[in-house]
């Protein structure tokens, strides 16, 4: 046997190199199967494992971090002398940290190809400000305070760049560690989750920097050439991965056929470059963690070459391999060695100015205070990169078992508070909201429109092309369609709805093909789930394609066309629940065509009035004020820049005075000389009012409109004037009170018209989504309930929904 030597600052332990496996003596000679390297390190993974995921199921409700290590520590079961001889002797750990460090590494690679640094500038300033703002001041405050706090710990190296490296860490927000929690939270998608990821991102990249000045710093005291081949090193790595392994990345994208899986070769070689990158980071003294980083950086995310680099790691090093990291940490940690000192201080000032440096700018740039407050809470989460820097610091002798301590148990503690505070505060009902406006009516005018158009059949897709086609998609002002067919998950099981997909993409990419190139862009979605949790992937896709609309069909529309009434129920579930979250503008569609027109004969007509390549229809756009009804408006004023279609703006004044808000009404009359002006210098659009005292007239005008041919009338959802809108009896025959009062009217079952009818309902300012009118209160709107959270399984006709 060789010797071998375990050296722990003045600590010397001897022990015998064990054998791996088998070649000692068994339980039957009288040996000890733990004296042995593999089983030993089976005991170990056993033990660990089982440990981290009881803890995990226990304190998951309570959003708490894992803890498992520590608890296999010296802070409880370590504590016994003979429990740690026996399961984690000293000859057993280098073993564990070389299997744990090793996959680590794949963890870190994976947690940087599924980083898009792309966020950061589609995010805009926002995220960047409160991430610079989170940063710099919270490590103002701890590098101040770093210095007079370390001479009272005497086994802390007070060299300043190692201080400037402890506080930059105190003061990090990791993507890494944000990003699980705002998963679990279903926040990913959300405007808050996207500035946190962009802030994080942020805060990311300027740490990364300090640490590699610190690399830098360390080597030019040895000598100022050693400092020079340092950044060659750092220069060559990075060069080599963005110009010779990105490259490679790309063309396996490129050369995997849409659909298919990535060559198994692919997939290992990019594996073995890990290991590559990981040597070459320890050789030229930074941290192989840095290396895998990177290299994860420069592997495009998502399917194909993203995707199955992380169904070959998820499994194995993040289930089974990344506990075992936590436990060797948790084993130098010993929360009986913790007091009240000014280490603890200066932690207090990281997450001190890490609240008032992200808060301070949030409220600055207009988003909500319990937001704000969140938003601050969330970016003060620690976890496996704080994990990381501290074991660095341990292994290189900048601080002792007991700062160790110090700083990990302090990380714990501030993430076991931050997150389930901030869970606590932020509404899940608001998980969808946004803070920019995403309407029709606040699009810039060069700006695409961006439509979520959902569909569940073959019967939605003829009158969807056609309210396309009037909505004047051209290469100066174009449309992104992005097509999201509703399937259930019984019904997907069947091949049938396959095969209907495939033709529903199809005619939506012919509706493509016949306009000016950069006039329509399609991008097709597919959603199997329930009906009760189907609105969440609706809602989904537009945060994260920043639709302006939501298409959506009327149920009642859906059953007459040949759907049962089992579809239509649930069609109306879902558009309920998107009505009360939606992030953007919607519109239901009232299609009293749906089902007339075959797929393979259809081509654009006016709503079906006509057949044939020219289009032509004639809408009304019914205005009695309102957000609802300027929105409905700004869509019929984009639909009259069409040559063939013609709109009439028929506006409805009260004969009798109304209190109301005055600041509502002027934008309301501007809205109304926009649309008069507009007029004065086309054809295509003209303006009448209506004096009306009572409902009836309100519904004569509306019976009226059926001999003027109109093929589409467009209202809004809510309007400014209810009380002309007397209640007495209409929820005696109310059919579908979330459509509002004219909406509702218009697609009732007894209001039988030949025309069609979009009803239309604005983004609530703010982000904040106000009620759609419900069954007991029309007329003021009922707060509907938050929406239920429900994992959904998805799959992707020439996209998938992650």
């Known amino acids: 046997m060789e010797h071998s030597e375990s050296m722990d600052d003045d600590n010397i332990n001897c022990y015998l190199v064990p054998q791996t496996s088998g070649t000692g003596r068994n339980i039957f000679q009288g040996g000890s199967p733990l004296q042995e390297s593999l089983p030993l390190l089976g005991v170990q993974l056993v033990l660990i494992v089982a440990i981290t995921r009881v803890l995990y199921f226990i304190l998951r409700p309570f959003k708490q971090p894992r803890v498992g290590g520590i608890i296999l520590g010296p802070s409880v079961l370590s504590r016994s002398p003979a429990f740690r001889e026996v399961v984690f002797p000293p000859r057993g750990e280098p073993v564990l940290n070389t299997v744990a460090t090793f996959g680590l590494m794949y ?126 090193s750092v220069f060559l790595l990075a060069a080599f991965i963005l110009l010779v392994v990105r490259r490679i990345a790309l063309k396996v994208v490129e050369r995997t056929p849409p659909g298919k899986p990535v060559d198994e070769a692919y997939v290992f070689f990019f594996l073995l470059i890990v290991l590559l990158v990981g040597f070459y980071s320890d050789i030229i003294g930074s941290n192989s963690f840095h290396g895998a980083l990177m290299l994860g950086l420069a592997i495009p995310d998502g399917p194909p070459l993203g995707t199955a680099l992380g169904e070959k790691i998820d499994a194995m090093v993040s289930g089974l391999i990344l506990p075992l990291y936590y436990a060797m940490t948790g084993l130098n940690t010993d929360v009986w060695e913790l007091h009240l000192g000014r280490l603890l201080f200066v932690v207090f000032l990281g997450w001190f100015g890490k609240l008032v440096g992200v808060m301070a700018p949030s409220l600055y740039l207009e988003i909500p205070l319990l937001d704000a407050v969140s938003l601050s809470l969330f970016m003060n989460s620690k976890g496996i990169v704080e994990v990381i820097t501290f074991n660095f610091f341990l292994t290189n002798k900048l601080i002792g078992h007991h700062t160790f301590s110090i700083l990990l148990c302090s990380a714990v503690a501030i993430t076991a508070f931050s997150a389930p505070v901030a869970a606590l505060l932020y509404d899940p009902a608001r998980r969808y909201a946004v803070y920019k ?84 862009s399609v991008h097709p979605y597919t959603t199997i789930s329930p009906y009760s949790s189907m609105h969440d992937e609706v809602c989904r896709l537009a945060v994260e394609k920043r639709a302006s609309l939501i298409l959506l069909h009327h149920h009642k529309r859906h059953m007459l066309a040949g759907g049962g009434a089992r579809a239509a129920a649930g069609l109306r579930v879902v558009n309920r629940k998107v009505l009360e979250v939606a992030p953007c503008s919607v519109a239901v569609f009232v299609d009293r065509n749906a089902g ?120 809004g959802m809510r309007h400014r004037w209810y009380p002309v809108m007397s209640a007495n009896g209409l929820s005696d025959w109310s059919e579908c009170p979330e459509l509002g009062v004219i909406g509702d009217l218009l697609a009732s079952s007894d209001f039988d018209t030949p025309y069609s009818v979009l009803i239309m309902k604005q983004q609530d300012q703010g982000g904040f989504n106000a009620a759609v009118p419900g069954a007991q209160d029309v007329w003021q709107g009922n707060p509907g309930g938050a929406p239920t959270q429900r994992t959904m399984s998805i799959a992707g006709s020439s996209n998938s929904l992650q």
Not at 131 to 136: A, I, K, N, T
Request: glycine fraction near 6%; include cysteine.
């Open 107 to 232: 963890v870190i690679f994976l947690i940087g190809v599924r980083m898009d640094p792309m966020l950061v500038v589609r995010s805009g300033r926002k995220g960047v400000i409160i991430g610079l703002s989170g940063f710099l001041l919270p490590l103002a405050f701890t590098y101040a305070a770093t210095g007079p706090a370390v001479s009272a710990e005497p086994e802390v190296t007070p060299r300043a760049t190692f201080l400037l490296a402890l506080a930059t860490s105190l003061s990090n927000t990791s993507f890494a560690v944000l990003s699980p929690i705002l998963s679990e939270l279903n926040l990913l998608n959300s405007d808050l989750g996207r500035t946190a990821m962009s802030a994080s991102m942020t805060t990311d990249g300027i740490a990364w920097l300090i640490m590699v000045g610190y690399i830098l710093a360390e080597a030019f005291l040895v000598s100022p050439l050693t400092s020079v081949y340092a950044f060659l």
């Open 437 to 520: 406006r995403r309407t029709v009516q606040h699009l810039k005018a060069d700006a695409d429109l961006r439509v979520v158009a959902c569909v569940h059949d073959e019967s939605h897709v003829p009158g969807t092309l056609s309210l396309l086609e009037a909505s004047h998609a051209t290469p100066h002002t174009p449309i992104a369609l992005y097509l999201l067919q509703l399937l259930l998950r019984d019904a997907a099981r069947d091949a049938g709805p396959h095969d209907s997909s495939n033709r529903v993409i199809n005619a939506f990419f012919r509706h493509e093909l016949r306009h000016p190139e950069g006039a329509v």
């Open 596 to 715: 007339c027109v075959g797929l393979s004969s259809f081509i654009p007509g006016p709503l079906h009035a006509t057949t044939g390549p020219t289009f032509h229809a004639a809408v009304a756009a019914l205005f009695f004020g309102g957000g609802d009804d300027r929105e409905a408006l700004a869509y019929a004023a984009r639909m009259a820049r069409h040559p063939g279609v013609t709109v009439a703006v028929v506006r409805f004044l009260p004969t009798r005075g109304i209190k109301d808000d005055p600041a509502d009404r002027r934008v309301d009359n501007r809205a109304i000389e926009e649309a008069k002006a507009l007029a004065s210098r086309t054809r295509n659009i003209k303006v009448q009012e209506e004096l009306v005292g009572d409902m009836e007239r309100i519904v004569e005008v509306l019976r009226g409109l059926d001999k003027a041919g109109y093929d589409l009338v467009i209202v």
